[in-house]
């Protein structure tokens, strides 16, 4: 399939499944996880700021990690992928669905999820903490606000509200995003290596069903010999020679 029919199948859908990673959030300079372990962060291992096992031993350290992340994603703004993304779900309105690996919530602050369609977070979002008594989500105040650890309002103290080494992804989430790609007629795997599991594998539900997969990607990866159309482009290149164009998407 050619850049051109792969426009006509997006236009025709009337169910469109995407799931983004890391390189959507590039051009907004957000770093990936592990190069967000630079500076004084970069003589730990992931495992020892992401694990359950990390945050029992030292929480101080690892909030100290996390508050660090959520200051600089808090100040970042969401790119033109992000935007195109917002637009295809307007297009698109119920058919649409949205997965992201990112914690950096961009997508939702660009509009998506409010649109017609559904946003998914499946590792959480920095901007959130979990009491750790009750499992309440809540949200926390502004970086310069946050007073560490932070204490819901039932006085308990909270963790980060992401998915750390050794945890499972949310049940619900997981099952949302397995049936969407499934019924998918077009699936868009976006900045993201698919080798982390379960989500990688959302593709091939779509594949098994019938449906198209196109992959924006700069770099091949494991999903590049099964994908309908590879696109070696960054994520914000790649949508827009994908949408523009496209009077209409559904």
Request: charged share 20%.
């Given at each position: 399939m050619d850049l051109a029919a792969a426009r006509q199948v997006l236009q025709s859908a009337a169910h469109v499944a995407v799931l983004t990673g890391a390189g959507v959030s590039a051009a907004s300079g957000i770093p990936t996880f592990r190069e967000a372990?630079?500076?004084?962060?970069?003589?730990?291992?992931?495992?020892?700021?992401?694990?359950?096992?990390?945050?029992?031993?030292?929480?101080?350290?690892?909030?100290?990690?996390?508050?660090?992340?959520?200051?600089?994603?808090?100040?970042?703004?969401?790119?033109?992928?992000?935007?195109?993304?917002?637009?295809l779900e307007r297009r698109k309105g119920a058919g649409f669905f949205l997965a992201t690996q990112n914690v950096d919530g961009l997508h939702a602050r660009a509009g998506s999820g409010s649109l017609g369609g559904r946003l998914v977070e499946l590792h959480g979002n920095l901007s959130q903490a979990r009491d750790e008594v009750t499992g309440i989500i809540h949200s926390l105040p502004a970086p310069a606000d946050l007073i560490l650890p932070p204490r819901s309002p039932a006085g308990h103290r909270m963790r980060?509200?992401?998915v750390w080494f050794g945890e499972f992804l949310p049940e619900d989430a997981l099952a949302a995003a397995e049936q969407a790609f499934a019924e998918a007629e077009v699936a868009l795997i976006i900045g993201t290596s698919s080798v982390v599991y379960p989500a990688a594998g959302l593709a091939l539900e779509t594949l098994r069903g019938g449906g198209r997969v196109i992959e924006i990607n700069p770099e091949a990866t494991e999903l590049t010999p099964a994908a309908s159309l590879s696109?070696?482009?960054?994520?914000?290149?790649?949508?827009?020679?994908?949408?523009?164009?496209?009077?209409?998407?559904?």
């Amino acid at each position: 399939m050619d850049l051109a029919a792969a426009r006509q199948v997006l236009q025709s859908a009337a169910h469109v499944a995407v799931l983004t990673g890391a390189g959507v959030s590039a051009a907004s300079g957000i770093p990936t996880f592990r190069e967000a372990q630079s500076g004084h962060w970069a003589r730990f291992r992931p495992e020892d700021l992401a694990s359950p096992q990390a945050y029992a031993h030292d929480p101080d350290t690892v909030w100290a990690w996390y508050a660090g992340r959520y200051r600089d994603v808090s100040a970042a703004q969401p790119n033109g992928g992000h935007t195109w993304l917002a637009e295809l779900e307007r297009r698109k309105g119920a058919g649409f669905f949205l997965a992201t690996q990112n914690v950096d919530g961009l997508h939702a602050r660009a509009g998506s999820g409010s649109l017609g369609g559904r946003l998914v977070e499946l590792h959480g979002n920095l901007s959130q903490a979990r009491d750790e008594v009750t499992g309440i989500i809540h949200s926390l105040p502004a970086p310069a606000d946050l007073i560490l650890p932070p204490r819901s309002p039932a006085g308990h103290r909270m963790r980060p509200h992401v998915v750390w080494f050794g945890e499972f992804l949310p049940e619900d989430a997981l099952a949302a995003a397995e049936q969407a790609f499934a019924e998918a007629e077009v699936a868009l795997i976006i900045g993201t290596s698919s080798v982390v599991y379960p989500a990688a594998g959302l593709a091939l539900e779509t594949l098994r069903g019938g449906g198209r997969v196109i992959e924006i990607n700069p770099e091949a990866t494991e999903l590049t010999p099964a994908a309908s159309l590879s696109l070696r482009m960054g994520a914000e290149e790649g949508l827009a020679a994908l949408l523009e164009g496209v009077d209409e998407l559904s």
